[in-house]
């Protein structure tokens, strides 16, 4: 069993549309989550880190943690033609620099 | 804004040859890290390194792969015989400063590694 899911897509939508990425997890004992951006052959940006259950916003981008559920999304609102990357999901067990477990990335296309 | 950067951008080697990859992390970082993305598939964890040891790695990191930071600012990771399946992009990492969580883990544009 994957201990991190995320559906590869691709998502196509709309330019201004409202944008839900979506993993699920196996393992409970994940405690921090993390939502990254990667553009094609280029290195993960971190966009939001949470560590508790609920939402947490940042401009366009909500994080949201459902830790009874294992369910983790990032809403984005007003989505641009810039939006378009691989958006990956990451979470981790403990707050002492330890291994990131990456889902495998939706990628997302947003059309003018 | 401070950022990792790796060099070299691309390195074309052939199958049983040494290859080093290097890393300059973000200053004052303490938590440096390698993973990998093999073309098309997920980025995979190799090594996280801490008070100049190893301090976590995966089933991925075995006796072919060693790290090392040399001096205040580098960090390399060193792969001994390579063979064709560690072509790959190649990611360095670090985290970990006064006031931020160890987590926010920041990276490199990363090494496209090619063995031939």
């Known amino acids: 069993q994957k201990e991190v899911e995320q559906d590869p897509g691709p998502l196509s939508v709309p330019e201004g549309a409202i944008v839900s990425l979506n993993c699920t997890y196996s393992?409970?004992?994940?405690?921090?989550f993390m939502w990254y951006r990667q553009y094609s052959r280029k290195g993960p940006e971190l966009l939001m880190y949470?560590?508790?259950?609920g939402n947490k916003e940042d401009g366009r981008f909500t994080a949201q943690v459902d830790k009874s559920s294992k369910y983790i999304s990032l809403f984005i609102r007003d989505s641009q033609p810039s939006d378009s990357a691989t958006y990956l999901c990451?979470?981790?067990?403990?707050?002492?620099?330890?291994?990131?477990?990456f889902g495998k990335g939706t990628s997302l296309l947003v059309t003018p | 804004e401070p950022e990792v950067t790796q060099t070299p951008s691309h390195q074309v080697t052939q199958m049983g040859q040494e290859v080093i990859l290097r890393c300059v992390p973000i200053?004052?970082?303490?938590?440096f890290y390698w993973y990998r993305q093999i073309l098309g598939q997920k980025v995979e964890f190799l090594v996280s390194?801490?008070?100049?040891?190893?301090?976590?790695k995966s089933e991925i990191f075995d006796d072919q792969f060693s790290v090392e930071r040399p001096d205040g600012s580098n960090f390399t990771l060193k792969i001994r015989s390579t063979k064709l399946e560690d072509s790959a992009m190649y990611f360095c990492?670090?985290?970990?400063?006064?006031?931020?969580?160890?987590?926010?883990?920041?990276f490199g544009p990363g090494t496209r590694l090619t063995v031939l």
């Open positions: 990492a670090s985290s970990g400063q006064e006031r931020q969580t160890y987590n926010e883990q920041f």
């Open positions: 393992n409970s004992a994940f405690q921090y």
């Open positions: 949470t560590y508790s259950s």
């Open positions: 990451a979470m981790t067990l403990s707050n002492s620099g330890y291994a990131l477990n």
């Open positions: 200053s004052n970082h303490l938590y």
């Open positions: 390194f801490y008070n100049n040891e190893i301090s976590e």
